[in-house]
């Protein structure tokens, strides 16, 4: 029974019987998943498990982990893009430097 009153609140609103007071929440309240809000909310991700019980105030530092981890794995990628750069780089100047003593030796 609890099963179907739940589904019942998913597809029709927890006020559907007009039983419930809504509650209106601000973007900045307490209670509001600061992650959610800026798109990065590990509970979409992971649906199926339970969150651990943290304090209020991790919400900040939750975002900076999560931002620091993307400003790290683009720093990976941007190294990695570099340093084929450079490698191209070095072959297209090997390739041009046998090219000119190619013609050198070629011209009468």
Request: net charge negative; glycine share 4%; aromatic share 4%.
């Amino acid at each position: 029974m609890d099963a179907l009153r739940k589904q019942l609140d998913v597809l029709m609103g927890a006020n559907r019987n007009g039983d419930v007071e809504e509650v209106t929440r601000k973007y900045f309240d307490r209670d509001v998943c600061r992650l959610y809000l800026s798109g990065l909310c590990p509970h979409d991700l992971f649906q199926l498990t339970e969150a651990k019980a943290k304090g209020l105030d991790n919400y900040d530092r939750d975002l900076e982990d999560n931002i620091d981890r993307l400003i790290v794995e683009c720093d990976r990628k941007i190294e990695r893009a570099l340093r084929r750069l450079d490698e191209e780089d070095a072959k297209a100047a090997i390739a041009i430097s046998v090219s000119e003593v190619t013609q050198v030796m070629t011209e009468p």
